[in-house]
């Protein structure tokens, strides 16, 4: 027995969830039949856990919606953004500050400039706001300023970056990484939860298979195995999940169906100029009817989106 085999708490009954050597794969004593490590695992807390990001609740029976463009990209563009947002039931703002693009030729986001707006955006509408964090040299900055702290999928195994947003007390935001198994997700959260910060909502935004139809493939059986697995509230992005604005309404109402704890989506007040990611966000217009609908499909499962 070394360190990394020792048991995280000797009185517990759950057995080799936490080792790194085991063939867990065929060991019938791992719930599940995949490894789930022991803090994230439902087996040692059954009750769901409910993220608070200040005074939001994602977990509840309620489901709740995140809106906002890709990027924060101007004053006007955002409070149109947040305004429409909150108008049509959207309960959190999201908005990237800080972009992870895959050409440095792309517009990168507007840094601390960006943050500053989300900060006074959020006070002006009430919406808590969201918005990623890229590098651990940035925690304490983004902190300052967000509601909750977004790893991205290209982060999800940033394990430096993983343990020190679970230094902070704030609300993490974890994306599934675009190759990463549901095994290696829950692994990633499982570094945010030892750090002592229990406050983390898993999101699934598409993984990379061989369909090229569609900006990534929507695992939407990702949700009842997350559910099934770990205690942790799960949300769904169908924008990235797609790529393809007139995709996204479909997979939103899938996603809740299937049991999804809220959702993450692109809307920007004018699709067509958008600097990133224009063609999967969602118009105001479209974003209000989407919310309609989703609620009819909540209360059909015995959930509730309140609509203003
Ligand atoms: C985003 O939500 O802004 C984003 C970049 O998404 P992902 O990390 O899932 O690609
Ligand atoms: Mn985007």
Same mark, same amino acid.
């Not at 993220?51 to 029976?61: A, L, P």
């Given at each position: %027995? ?35 490590? @022991? ?12 993220? #608070? ?14 809106? $906002? ?5 101007s004053h006007?563009?955002? @409070? ?8 049509? $039931? =959207?309960?959190?703002?999201?908005? *990237? ?16 400039? =960006? ?17 990623? &964090? ?16 977004? &790893? ?13 947003? =679970? ?9 599934? *990484? ?15 939860? #030892?750090?002592? #910060? ?17 900006? #990534? ?13 770990t205690h ?8 990235? *999940?797609? $790529?393809?604005?007139? %995709? ?9 169906? &299937?049991?999804?704890? *809220?959702?993450? @989506? ?11 990611d224009g ?22 499962? $015995?959930?509730? @989106?309140?609509?203003?």
């Open positions: %027995m070394n360190k990394y085999t020792r048991k995280l708490k000797p009185d517990t009954n759950l057995k080799g969830e936490y080792t790194m050597e085991s063939n867990h794969f065929n060991d019938p004593a791992i719930f599940g039949g995949c490894s789930v490590p @022991i803090r994230v695992n439902r087996k040692s807390k059954p009750d769901a856990t409910v993220v #608070n990001i200040n005074g939001i609740r994602i977990g509840s029976s309620e489901v709740v919606v995140i809106a $906002g463009p890709c990027a924060v990209e006007e563009q955002l @409070i149109e953004t947040a305004i429409a947002v909150k108008a049509a $039931g =959207g309960m959190i703002l999201r908005g *990237g500050a800080f972009k992870p693009r895959s050409s440095p030729y792309n517009f990168q986001g507007l840094g601390e400039e =960006g943050l500053k707006m989300l900060r006074d955006i959020s006070r002006e509408t009430g919406l808590p706001v969201v918005t990623e &964090v890229m590098d651990t040299r940035q925690v304490e900055l983004v902190a300052g300023y967000a509601d909750m702290l977004q &790893v991205g999928s290209r982060n999800m195994q940033n394990y430096p970056l993983l343990k020190e947003v =679970g230094t902070h007390r704030k609300p993490v935001l974890l994306k599934r *990484g675009m190759m990463a198994t549901i095994e290696e997700f829950l692994l990633a959260a499982e570094y945010i939860l #030892n750090q002592g #910060n229990e406050q983390v909502v898993l999101c699934e935004r598409g993984i990379r298979t061989f369909e090229t139809s569609t900006r #990534n493939t929507l695992d939407l059986s990702a949700v009842p195995m997350l559910k099934h697995l942790l509230p799960v949300i769904v992005d169908p924008s990235h *999940g797609t $790529g393809h604005r007139w %995709m996204v309404p479909a997979m939103a109402k899938a996603a809740v169906a &299937v049991g999804a704890d *809220g959702l993450i @989506i692109e809307v920007h007040h004018k699709p067509e100029e958008a600097l990133c063609y999967q966000s969602l118009s105001p217009n479209e974003f209000a009817r989407l919310m309609t609908d989703l609620k009819k499909i909540a209360l059909a499962i $015995g959930r509730d @989106i309140t609509l203003p």
